[in-house]
């Protein structure tokens, strides 16, 4: 009886780990105005963060920083946008921006929508990342992007940050 107590013990805390892997990592933050909001609008730096929804639906967030420079992750997470992330090979995969999708099982589904990242530095246009979010830094006037596109279309960029 023992052994089967300890086996399905065993199997639940394994299913519980899984689950809550799957599940990601959500970050709650203020709910989207689609507004740029400057946080931390004292600060001699501002990068902002631009999510475009596969609706079209967009919404723009100005994060302040004191340093010359913040980690793509740092702010991302400091613009109080809700999301969910899942350690993989490459580093941190951004699996939920902003509630959407509303749930997942996997990060990058086959032939299902997924976070396209870009990147615009000192007010350029934006650029598709050729790395991922653990090695971004952003500067006073650059912004972070994310657009959730369909999985047989070719990433569209974000709109444009709102410029204070």
């Given amino acids: 009886m023992r052994k089967h107590i300890a086996a399905a013990s065993a199997i639940l805390a394994a299913t519980i780990t899984l689950a809550a892997a799957c599940v990601g990592n959500p970050t709650a933050g203020p ?15 501002k990068a902002h963060v631009v999510v475009a929804h596969l609706s079209g639906s967009s919404l723009d967030r100005c994060v302040g920083f004191s340093g010359e420079s913040m ?25 939920q921006i902003d509630n959407e999708p509303a749930a997942f099982s996997s990060c990058f589904p086959a032939g299902a ?52």
């Fill in 31 to 45: 709910a989207a105005t689609g507004k740029a909001t400057c946080l931390n609008a004292g600060a001699s730096h």
């Fill in 71 to 95: 980690a793509g992750i740092d702010l991302l997470k400091q613009s109080g946008i809700e999301y969910s992330a899942q350690k993989a090979s490459f580093g941190t995969a951004i699996c």
């Fill in 113 to 164: 929508p997924f976070w396209a990242l870009w990147v615009s530095t000192g007010g350029t246009t934006w650029k598709v990342s050729n790395v991922g979010i653990d090695d971004l830094t952003f500067k006073n006037g650059d912004a972070l992007g994310w657009r959730y596109t369909a999985a047989d279309a070719s990433p569209a960029p974000p709109p444009a940050p709102k410029r204070d």
